[in-house]
Each structure stands twice: as C-alpha cells, then as structure tokens.
C-alpha cells in the first residue's frame, strides 16, 4: 500500500503542481490518475520514488515513510515505465532488461536469465534479445520497458502514459497484455493516462485529477461512470458514459428465450404456430448445428407454403452474435440494435445458439443495471 | 603576466599607427586578404552546398572534398603555390579558400539536407518549383547554420592569414613574423591580440547578421 | 632528425654524454655545413645527432649556450653583431677576437674557414645598368626610389637598414620584410629593387644580379665558424672541425651551394662528396 | 629550378628514410601526443560544463579566443618558456583542439535524451554511475565525431610548427623544399599529411564502429540524429557545430 | 469530382503500395480513406496532386487527366494539409497562410488581406498573424494548415491525417471546425485517417483500405457500419458499431409521452391516478417552468399521504436527459441507460421537458432503425 497523507508540491517557480493530496493506493491492484493535461498526475507519481521531492506532506510505501529510504535504493524496488520506453540507446534488448539486476549486482548470468524469462512474459521473442532499442517498432519498445521495469520482481510499478506514443491497434495488444500480466503477478500498479477508455479498461480504481493538482474523485471504475461527483467529472468521462457503464455487467445476466429458435427442417406452418405461441414477430432458424442461420418473419411464414421446410425460405441475415458466457451487456445491446429483427443472438463458446434475447428481456436487463451497483469492477470482455 | 603591459606599450606608441607598416595599414591588408578569401570560399562553398544538399546527390563526393581540403596543411599548399607562380596574393588566397571552402560546403550542405521532409512536402505540394523550394523554403531555413560555417570559415581564416607574412604579404602576420625574428615579443604579442581581437569583431559581425537576415521565427525556434 | 622525446625538459639538460649534437639554420647552406660537419665527425667515430633546420639565431644560440646543441656552423660577424650590436667590423682576426671576448662562459668558436658568406646589397642587372650602380654608395642618390628587401632582421639589426643609413646615408623608399627563402625572388620580379643576399647564394649567379661593392666594410667579416658548446666536444671533435674549416673555401661553398639549391642534390650526398674529395673521410 | 619535373622520384627513394621518414614520425608524435593532452582535458571539462550549464558559456568563449590565436605566435611566444622541444608545440596544439572538443563533449551530452536520463534516475543509478555507465556511452558517437575533426585539424596544423623548426613534415616543406625552390619535399610533404590525416580519420572511425555498435545498421535513423550529421562534420540545430568546429554561442 | 481507373502504384523496390484501385470521389462532399497503417492511403492521396505519380491508370480531376497539368500549377489549386502542419518556421502566420497566393503573383496587400480573413474563418485571432509557428499551440499550428490550403479557395483540399498529432480535446473541436467550415465551403475534401471515429464523424463516404493497397468497401459511414462487406472491415470498424450507428438516427424519430409528467405541486394521490392510468411504475416530476426535478415511483405514491404534493416527496435523481430537437437515439439510450427509472427524459433546446421516453418506445425506435437506412448521411451532432 502507498499513502499520500496532505502531499503539496510547489514548484520553484510557483506553480503548484498538486495541492494538498490524500491518496490511499492499495497493494495488487491498479490505480489510475486521470485529468486533464498539467493536473499533477506526474508530479504525484514522481514523488513516489523521490523523482520529485514533496513540498510537504508524507507518503510512505508499504508502511514506511519514503524519506527514511536512499533514493537510489527505494527506485530499485520500484519498477518505472514511461512513454518513450526510455531505453539504453548503447545497451541490447536483454541488458536494457537487466539493468536493475546488474545495479543489485546480480550478476552477469543470473541477470541476463531473468531478462530473457521476461522477455518471453512480456511475448517478445528470444531472438530479439541481441537486438538494439532503435531495431524494434515502438509496441516492442515498449515491451522492452515493462520487462525492465519488472527484472528486479519490484513489488510496486509507476507507469507514466506508457503506451500513449504506440498507434491504436498495438495499444490495445499492450493494454491486453498488461491485464494478462497483472493476473499473474498482483504488482502494486499506479498508472498515468489522460485517456479515460484505458483508465476504465485498466484501473481497479481511478483517480481522476482536476486542474491545479487536486483530487476530484477516487473510485471504482463502475461508481464514476454510475456517479461522478461533479460536472467536471462528468465532463472529463465524456458522453456514451451510460452505454459504456454496460461493459461491467456480464450478458449472464440476460436469460435468452429458447422458444423462438427453430431448426431448419422445421416447416413452415409448424414454424408458424410456434411464433403465434411465443408472442413475437421474428422466429431464428438454426441449423443442424444449432448455429444461426437467419431471422425468419411471422409475414413471410404466413405467405409461405406450410409445407416448405423454413431453411429454404428468405432469411434475413442474423447480424452479429453475442457470446452468453463471456460478453458483456453492451455487446448483448449492440448485436440487438445491429439486427434487423431487434434482437440479439445469444451463443456459447461454441458458436452454438444458446438463445435469443428479445426486446423487452434486453430492456428490462439495461435498465435495471441503472440503479445497481456493478457486480465486478472489471469491465467484461467483449470480443463482439 | 605582462603580456598585455607589453602590448599596451606597444600599441599605444604613435609610430605604430602610421606609414606602410603601421597598424592602420597592416589591418587593412589583413581584413582585405581575409575579406577576399571569404568571399571566394562563399562564392564556391554555398552554390555547391545548396545544389548537392537540394537534390540529395553528391553528399559524399561534398564530404569528400571537404575532407581533403581541411587535411591540406596551409603551409605546403601556400609555399607550393608560390613556387608555382611566385609571390603574391595569389597563394595566399589559394590556402585560404582551401581552409574556408570545408566548413562553409558543408554546412550549407547539412543545413539543407536537414530541412525536415515535411517541410519540403508542404512546400511542393503547394506548388512551388525546385528553385522556389531551393530559394523560398531551404536557403532561410538553412541560413543560420550556413552563417555559422561562414563565421567558423572567417575565423580561421583571419588567424591563418597571419601566414601570409612568410610569403612576403603584409597584414598582422608581419608583425609576429618579423616581432620574431627580431626578438620583438612586444610586437608578436600585439600582431597576436590584434588578430585575436579582429577574430572577435568577426563573431560579433556575425552575430549581427545573424539578427538581421534570419527569420525571427527560426531565431526564436533555436532558442527554445 | 631532431626527434627529440617530447617528453623531455629542455633547459640545462644536455645530451648523453659523448653524443655531438649538430646543429643548422633552415637555409640551405647551414644545411649542408651542418652535414659536413656532422659527417666529418662521424668519420672520427664520434656519436652524433643532428638537429637542423631551426629558424632564427634568437632559438638556437639559446640552444647552444644550455647544451642541447654541441656544434653549429656559424658566421664570425655574425656572432660578434649578435652578441654586441654595436660592435665595429674588421678582418677576421679582429672579429674572431671579438666574438671570443664577448661569448659568455662554455661557448667558444673553433678555427674559422677561409669560406666567407657575407650579407650584401645586390641588384638585377637592368637596376644596376640603368642608375650605373656598381657599389653600395652608389645608391645614395637614388635609394629614395627604391625598395629594400631582406629578412625581418635586417631592418632593425646595426648591420642592417640602421648601418645602411648610418655609414652610407642611404634612406630607401621602404623595406620589404621577406623570407629569406624568397627574397631573391622578389628581385627578380621587381618587387624590390635592392635585395639583401647571402654573397654564396647560387641565385646571384643564376640570375645575374649583380652584388654592390661594401667599400666601407659594413657587413664585415663573415668566415664559416664552427660555434661550439665547449663542454661537449672533445679534442678529438676539434680536430675533425678544424679540419674541415682548413680546406672550406668561398668557391668551395659556392658550387656546393649551386649543387643543392639548384641542381636540388640532397645536401648529405653533397657534403659526403666533398669530404671524400678533400680526403676528410 | 627552373624547367625541373615537378616530382623527383629519384630525390623520393634517396630520401625515404631521412628525412621523409624521420619527419613523418616527428609529425605523427606531434598531432597524436595533442590529441590525446586536448582528449584528457575535453572530457571532464565537457563533463563539467554540462552539468552546470551557466559555466558553458565561458568556457566555450575561451576555447575559442585561444582557438583565434595565431597558431605561429602561440608557438613564438611559448619558446621562451618551453624552449625548444616538443612541449612549444604540443601545447598550443592541444589547447587548439579544445575549441573543437569540448563542444562536442557537452553536445553529445545535451543530446541523451531526457526520457533516457530519466529512466536512469528511476532505475536507481548513482550519479556517477550515470555518467559512466549511460551518458558518455551514448554521448560517445557526436564525442568521436569531433575527435575526428579535431585529428585531421591538428595533423594539418602541425605542419606550422615547422615554422619555428620543431619538425615534422612541415620542416620537410619549408626546409628541404621552400628554401631551395624544390617542389617535390614539398608535395611528399603535403601527401603524407593527407594520407595521414586520413588514416587517422580511418581509424577514429573503425574505433567509433567498435565501440558503439548499437549505432549500427541504423544509418537512416542516425541520419536524424544529430550525431551522425555532426560525423560529417556539420552541425545540426540550434547550438551546432560546423566543420571548424565552433558553434553558435547559446547567447 | 476526382477519379481512380485502375490505379497501380509499385515503388521503385517493388512494394505494391495501391492496387488496381477505381474511385470516384464526388465534388463538394467529404471523402475519408481509412485504413491499417501501410495500406496506401498517402500514395493514393499524393497522386491527386501528381506528387506521386501512379505506375499504371488514370487520375482526372474535374474530368481533366491530371497528367496533361504542370503539377506546379495543378497543386496550387488543390489545398494540402498534413500531420505536423508542415508551417514554414521563417515566416510569419499571415505570410505562411499567404503562401500559394503569393506563388500565384497576387502581390502582398492582397494576399495578406485574404490570409487574415482566413484566420478567422478558421478561428485564430487577429494578432497572432504576426506570430511564428512555434509561438503556437499544436492546434492551433494545425489551424493555420487548414487556413494555408484554403488560401487560394481551391476546389480540392487534401488532408492527410492533420488531426493525428494533437490531443483528444484539441482534435475534437478541429474536427467540429472542420464540419462547420465544410457545411460553409463545400470543398471536394480527401482526408485520410487510421482513426475509424474520425472517418464516420467527418465523413460522408468512407473508402476503406485493405493492406496490399487495395479498395475493401466504399460506402456512406451510416451504411459501412450497418453492412461492413466483409470480416476484415468488420473488424477494422471494431465493435461497438451497432450503437455507434445509432448516432445516424435523430431523437426527433421517438415520441415522447407526456402523460408521465406531473408538476411538483401535484398532490400524491391525483399523480397516483395519473400513474395507474398510464400503467409506467415511474412519473416524471417538473417544477413550474417544466424543468425535470425528478423521478417518483407508484410505490413511494402509495405509501405516502394523498394529500402531500409530490414535490416535497423523496424524489429519485432524473440522471441526464437528452435533447429531442437536435440529438441522436444514441444520446436518448445513454440517458436512459443512465437513469435509475430506466427512463430517458427529452428536453427542448432550453431545457423544459418536453416528455419520458418509455422503455418500450425506446426499444422499438431502436429495433426498427436496425433494418432501416440512416436518414441522413453525417452523425446527429451529440452534446449529451
Ligand atoms: N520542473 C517543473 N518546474 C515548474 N513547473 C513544473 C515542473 N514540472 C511540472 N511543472 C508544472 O506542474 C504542473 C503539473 O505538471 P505534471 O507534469 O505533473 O502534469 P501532468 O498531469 O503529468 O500533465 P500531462 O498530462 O501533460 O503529462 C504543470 O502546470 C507543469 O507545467
Ligand atoms: N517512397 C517509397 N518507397 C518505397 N515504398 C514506399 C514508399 N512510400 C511508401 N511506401 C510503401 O508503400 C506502402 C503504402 O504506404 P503509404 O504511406 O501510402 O501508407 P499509409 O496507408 O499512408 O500508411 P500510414 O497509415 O502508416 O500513413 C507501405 O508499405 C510503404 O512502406
Ligand atoms: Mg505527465
Ligand atoms: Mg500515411
């Protein structure tokens, strides 16, 4: 755990970076600070490993008061990440890895073999060890600078916007790799963004920070989109904050209607009665496999032939699908509002249809969630 | 040290400030050579240093030339000269441009190749011709380091003209030679701070040009 | 050559014991006297290193007198004139007498050769004919048209511009300093009009200048004399330089000079020739 | 003179050893002992000046007003101190070859990025340790180029030397061939400068690729840095240096 | 009108960087080429204006083959703007607008009247003219880009990623300028991005990319979201797309009920009967200028005494409502994902309710415009 109890800092030049700070950041989880450009969130991060001196204030780590601790030797138990990855320009891959052991005084081999075990962590391949900084794109380099961070196995981590300078696609790959690791290794993570998807994708909590360095508000990602505390919260999050909110409930929570599905040999009368039964205008047809295979109308039943099986009728395309067990409300709702029939396919993991779920099932599950406090602080992944 | 107790007696005695070898005369000479040089050099090395560093080509063949004229000695060159053609203004002015053309080639050359791309692309792709991109977007933007070569090029130039002396050529150099073979320190010293003092009238000089023909954007830009 | 250890202090400090360290000017006479003698005490089995080609008086007399150099071919006059600027010339005895007078404590000079390189006034044949010029007085009525040149010392030293004017009342336009190397050149391009010139500069002959007559002794005495550092050459040494001062004549020096500065043989080859001629190897 | 070739091969042959080979081992003892003297002085001075930036200035300016000295009077006026050895040249040399070096030790400090230095600091490195083991190494490159500079300058200048007969090839010149009219001691002179100007150039820059082989096979990146711009001898941004190599002043 | 017939271009080391391509790009309306990183959108945009010249095909601007125009000429008449702003950092703001007028000889009082009218089209003030690049922000260097290629008013204006290098904040409001000097100007805009976001919000077509310099789909961004051809621009669009589509549909298209609504001063019994009639478990309560105050369930009416006005009553936080007139269905299901009553409340432009969107009319506002055409090709501007 790391505490900032009335941290204040004051630069030289009078600018006062943070303004009386109080922070609990708990151990094994990951805090996020958030805000606008030249809110602090640097500075409060800096001061943790005595990159920046507080102008008053304490913040103690694990316990005990930072200052009681040689810089030098408090930054070696704690790993640090930046945008620019920071690399040794004149040192490969593998001994940029190693620097800390080698500052611990680890040892050549026993240094390098915890560099190359990183290496394949963090998902770089054993090859590039001999390589130089400038020889990797800047997703690897920034590889390069977590396994860094996390060769000396420090218990807590400072990662200023690191992965702001690599384009969309590869951040998403670090920020995905970033939750598979913290899985694993349960690192005390306190992580600097401007970009509220990642602090919401990444944070256990969130601090957002409002200009002139003070805390705006510390919560869960859930509770702020649920509830930010002011208008400047609430602006900072931005619009769609609702829909988004949705990513923390899992489509478990949806129970799909099974009475609207039918094979494809079904025919077409039979088909007919069935939807005449359930109440709804759209049946979905499945195959052998009980994979989707379209929307079929209670119009196009009427008019069809009773006997002809459904299969080989016009099918209107099923849109995109929702996976039951792993996806989250928000994917449920975008595959309804993608179908042309107003409703989502639910499948298992298979791709098997595990139902359908209507309008009014779809709806009742939304706005129920509005008033709920989320189940999980995770947002739920969504391959939809 | 004595040293500027001497050259103060000796600067201040009036029978140095008149007459073929005064001081007026001989730093007139001394600009004078300096001036020419420069000027050749400029004449030679920017033309060059624009066109190669405009159109990427002849990069190595310009470091190459540059090379070899800074590892030139100035001595062999000039004395070589002056057995070739006898004595002058000619050899002296051939191991002066020598020591000048390197610095002042290839700064314009790297001012220009440094250009960022971006710039040259915005450039073109707003329709400006190959002189207009040379003349409209490179040469300003390369100016301050092409003034900075000029005024390497002016400063060696001004204290290596002092060789000159050897081949029978006025200017401040005189002083130092003849000072020496006379055991007239007073004058080697003052021959020497003169050239040191026209050395910093030249940086200033520069610094002035450097005021009134560069952009007060790319001025203000470098500062930061 | 004068590789010399940078490392090493010069002042007071002389060589290894035994070593003769030669020493010349950078004109090319001094060359070729420095390798004279330096192979003609080398033919006496004595150790030696040479260190020729130093520019001006001012740098190797120092050297001489604290050792770093023991041998330097010198001019008789030209010692006396350095060492007392105000001196009278005369013969060679007088001057010889003089210079041993006035050298300070473990300097002295060997036998002087008869070979004479004096300064001179010397004129290109066009100047000489058109104002009649055949001594140095001549040009008293017509200095004022003309330029001098010479080596930066001649404009300040007695035997000089000074002595020109005191003894002969010559007052020229003006005095051109030139290296020695190229004075002769001036001359011939008329850049000057009156050159200071070595009197066994070969040029004088290749071009026909024409060398002005000193009736009043101006330039005095200037017999080839071997300058020593007395501590560091031996009897032996002596001998050897005496030896070669003996048979070193003016027209001797003049062909050998017309050998190296025209013919551009190499002063070494030179100078072992005429040894062997002379039967001093 | 005269109607003579312009180079005598015979006069080459005869002479190989003495004099062409004596003074070009004088040349070579006089441009490499400055060297190295301007090295050892350049590198904690660079350091220093770096470090506390305001003293840059003075420094730089000094550096330069003893760069502007002419190179024949500093060695005319050491005589009557140094005598005459080799230290008359040697000094003046390496004072010289400070105007080039120390800028490019403090610029290729300038040039470790913040964001490395930074990372330095977090990782826990002392600040010698710094120094050492992460700022010079990367400052290395620009710090070699000018060491490039500053070797083909000073073989070219020792040849002034001669001038007050200190030897090296420039005696050669000026004794063997200028004062008797003979070009070819003055062309073996010239050539043998160059050649060894060049050879040393050479070798600097096979010692560069020996010692910073991260700067390797990134040749266009390089070509952004300043670095290698530098390496052809120009300068690059605002405080540059040039061939010469003096830089804007930060005024 | 600008068009592709069979554009290949193969670099001189035999990349193929676009292939076969055939466009048409209409006169007066927004173009975006949107693509992975590598894909050719700047060799295809560099041909416009010749400087890239095609290996095979046919380019015409205005129906004229670009390749029988001096390029020179033909550029000044097609404006370009890209990524860093490209400023000449020796000229001053007004002069660097006034580049291409000068080229074109327009002699200088001209040419910089026209720039300093063009610096408050695009919102710089007056004296900054006399500025250099580098005394601007980022975006406000990305503003005189924009100000410098309108300069000579060339029908064509080129934009390769100008927005990419600023941040989120600055990027949105050049967006939106962008929006409102096109619906001023109407230039033939081609702007490339990698950014699918900024491609549907300035868009109104999309051509996408596929690696290998090829076309994959060309289409409205309304119809791109709805029907992606095929899975590799599915992915490209990523998810979400379903209710980002929703940005398409005006709030206009839902009818909110009225008979919710009840003024503060109501007594608890008559809102009872209110609410029983309609059969909604939730009223809406507004103060005297109709301003929503907040939500009252039958549960809370019927506990409480008839008498009291429903004012005084516990009220339920009415969340963020969405405005009718000028929102999307987007906004309108993010107020109601938001609300604890499940329930969107739709203002008028000066905030009065204009009345509660049930979770049924929602829904079906929603389902129907699944299968329908977007009613308007750019996204309904949203401030919620
Ligand atoms: N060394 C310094 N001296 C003076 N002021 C500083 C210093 N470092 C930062 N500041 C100021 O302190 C404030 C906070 O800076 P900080 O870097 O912590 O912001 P930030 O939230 O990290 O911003 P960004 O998102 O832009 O990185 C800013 O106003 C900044 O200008
Ligand atoms: N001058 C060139 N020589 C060789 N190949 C090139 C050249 N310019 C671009 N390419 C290659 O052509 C392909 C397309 O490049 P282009 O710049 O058009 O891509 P892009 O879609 O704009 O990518 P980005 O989004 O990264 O800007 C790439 O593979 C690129 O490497
Ligand atoms: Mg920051
Ligand atoms: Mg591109």
Not at chain 1, 13 to 40: K, Q, W
């Amino acid at each position: 755990m790391i505490t900032f109890t009335g941290i204040t800092k004051r630069y030289p030049d009078g600018t006062i970076a943070v303004d009386d700070l109080d922070i609990e950041i708990p151990a094994g989880r990951t805090t996020v600070f958030v805000g606008p450009s030249g809110c602090g969130k640097t500075t409060s991060l800096r001061m943790i490993n005595r990159m920046v001196e507080p102008t008053t204030g304490l913040i103690t780590v694990e316990g005990q008061d930072i200052r009681d601790r040689d810089p030098a030797v408090l930054r070696r138990s704690i790993g640090y990440v930046i945008q620019q990855a920071g690399l040794f320009p004149h040192r490969t891959i593998v001994d940029n890895i190693a620097t800390v052991p080698f500052l611990l005084g680890w040892g050549k081999p026993r240094a390098r073999a915890r560099a190359r075990e990183l290496m394949e962590l963090v998902g770089l391949q054993p090859e590039q060890a001999k390589r130089y900084p400038h020889q990797l794109s800047g997703g690897q380099q920034q590889r390069v600078g977590v396994a860094r961070a996390l060769a000396a196995d420090p218990p807590v981590l400072l990662m200023d916007e690191p992965f702001s300078a690599v384009d969309p696609v590869v951040r998403t790959s670090l920020q995905d790799e970033l939750i598979r690791l913290q899985a694993e290794l349960h690192k005390t993570i306190v992580f600097v963004t401007h970009d509220i998807d990642e602090a919401v994708k990444l944070g256990d909590s969130i601090a957002v920070f409002r200009p002139g360095g003070k805390l705006a508000q510390l919560d869960t990602p859930e509770r702020l989109l649920a509830n930010p505390v002011d208008s400047f919260v609430e602006g900072f999050i931005g619009y769609d904050r609702g829909v988004r909110r949705l990513s923390f409930f899992p489509a478990r929570l949806l129970t799909p209607r099974t009475d609207t599905v039918v094979g494809d040999d079904v025919q077409a009368g039979r088909a007919r009665e069935l939807a005449l039964r359930s109440g709804e205008p759209w049946l979905l047809v499945v195959d052998g496999e009980r994979g989707p295979r379209g929307w079929v109308s209670t119009e196009t039943l009427g008019a069809a032939d009773p006997g002809t099986v459904v299969g080989s009728l016009d099918l209107v395309d099923y849109g995109h699908v929702f996976t039951v067990e792993t996806d989250s409300l928000r994917a449920a709702l975008d595959a309804a509002v993608l179908s042309p029939a107003g409703r989502a396919v639910g499948v298992d993991a298979d791709g098997r249809v595990v139902g359908v779920v209507a309008q009014s099932e779809l709806g009742s599950a939304i706005w129920s969630v509005g008033a709920e406090e989320a189940p999980t602080a995770e947002p739920v992944r969504s391959d939809g | 040290m004595n040293l500027f107790l001497e050259f103060w007696l000796w600067i201040s005695d009036p029978a140095q400030w008149s007459g073929g070898a005064g001081i007026p005369t001989r730093l007139g000479q001394h600009v004078l050579y300096s001036a020419q040089a420069l000027a050749l050099a400029t004449l030679i090395g920017v033309p060059v240093g624009l066109v190669t560093g405009h159109t990427g080509r002849g990069g190595f063949l310009t470091a190459s030339i540059a090379n070899f004229a800074r590892a030139l000695p100035t001595i062999g060159v000039l004395m070589l000269v002056v057995i070739a053609v006898g004595i002058g203004v000619a050899p002296v002015m051939v191991a002066l441009v020598a020591l000048a053309v390197p610095p002042i080639l290839v700064n314009t050359y790297e001012g220009v190749r440094g250009v960022d791309p971006q710039l040259k692309d915005a450039a073109q792709g707003m329709g400006m011709r190959g002189h207009e991109v040379l003349l409209k977007l490179e040469l300003p933007v390369a100016l301050p380091l092409i003034l900075l070569g000029m005024r390497t090029a002016a400063i060696q130039v001004v204290s290596t003209a002092t060789i000159a002396a050897y081949v029978g050529i006025g200017g401040l150099g005189r002083f130092i030679v003849d000072g020496q073979a006379r055991r007239e320190f007073d004058m080697v010293v003052g021959g020497s701070l003169l050239v040191v003092a026209l050395a910093v009238l030249v940086t200033l000089m520069f610094y002035l040009l450097r005021r009134f023909l560069v952009a007060p954007g790319l001025r203000q830009a470098a500062a930061k | 050559g004068g590789g010399s250890d940078p490392f090493e202090e010069g002042d007071g400090d002389t060589p290894e014991a035994g070593t003769v360290v030669v020493g010349s000017a950078d004109f090319p006479e001094s060359t070729l006297l420095g390798n004279i003698y330096a192979q003609a005490l080398e033919a006496k089995d004595i150790e030696v290193e040479t260190k020729f080609g130093i520019g001006s008086r001012e740098v190797y007399y120092d050297q001489i007198a604290s050792g770093n150099l023991s041998v330097f071919p010198e001019y008789n006059g030209a010692i006396q004139f350095y060492l007392d600027p105000g001196a009278t010339s005369g013969d060679t005895d007088a001057t010889n007498a003089a210079v041993t007078e006035e050298l300070p404590d473990g300097l002295e000079i060997l036998d002087s050769s008869e070979a004479e390189n004096k300064d001179s006034l010397s004129v290109s044949r066009a100047t000489a004919d058109e104002y009649e010029l055949t001594s140095i007085a001549d040009l008293e009525p017509v200095a004022g048209e003309l330029v001098l040149g010479g080596p930066p010392e001649f404009e300040t030293r007695t035997q000089g511009v000074p002595g020109l004017q005191d003894r002969y009342g010559l007052e020229f336009k003006e005095f051109r300093s030139l290296d020695i190397g190229i004075v002769w050149q001036a001359l011939k391009d008329d850049e000057i009009q009156v050159a200071n010139l070595f009197t066994t500069d070969p040029v004088i002959v290749a071009n026909d200048f024409v060398v002005l007559e000193d009736t009043e002794n101006l330039f005095g005495s200037q017999n080839v004399t071997p300058l020593i550092h007395s501590a560091s050459v031996d009897e032996t040494a002596r001998e050897a330089l005496n030896a070669v001062s003996a048979q070193l004549t003016t027209e001797t020096l003049l062909e050998l000079n017309q050998r190296v500065s025209i013919d551009q043989e190499d002063p070494d080859e030179v100078a072992a020739e005429w040894l062997e001629s002379a039967g001093l190897l | 003179m005269g109607d003579q070739p312009l180079i005598r091969w015979d006069w080459i042959a005869r002479n190989w050893d003495d004099p062409v080979g004596t003074r070009l081992l004088e040349h070579i003892q006089l441009a490499l002992v400055p060297i190295l003297i301007g090295l050892l002085i350049a590198v904690p001075l660079g350091v220093v000046c770096a470090r506390w930036r305001w003293l840059y200035p003075s420094v730089f300016t000094g550096v330069n007003i003893l760069y502007a000295v002419p190179s024949i009077a500093l060695f005319f006026l050491l005589l009557p101190y140094t005598g005459f050895t080799q230290w008359t040249a040697i000094i003046p040399l390496s004072l010289y070859t400070l105007a080039i070096l120390v800028p490019n030790v403090v610029d290729g400090l300038y040039q470790v990025p913040q964001h490395v230095r930074q990372a330095a600091i977090a990782m826990g490195f002392s600040p010698l340790r710094r120094l050492i083991q992460v700022e010079l190494p990367i400052a290395l490159p620009v710090a070699i180029a000018g060491l490039r500079v500053a070797a083909v300058a000073t073989i070219s200048m020792v040849s002034v030397a001669s001038l007050v007969g200190l030897g090296g090839l420039g005696q050669l010149i000026l004794t063997d061939g200028f004062r008797r009219q003979f070009p070819t001691p003055i062309i073996v002179g010239i050539v043998l400068s160059v050649l060894l100007a060049f050879l040393v150039d050479g070798l600097l820059v096979l010692m560069q690729r020996l010692l910073t082989p991260w700067t390797r096979g990134s040749e266009r990146a390089a070509r952004r840095t300043s670095a290698a711009r530098r390496e052809a001898g120009a300068g690059t941004t605002a405080p540059a240096t040039d061939t010469g190599s003096r830089r804007a002043e930060a005024t």
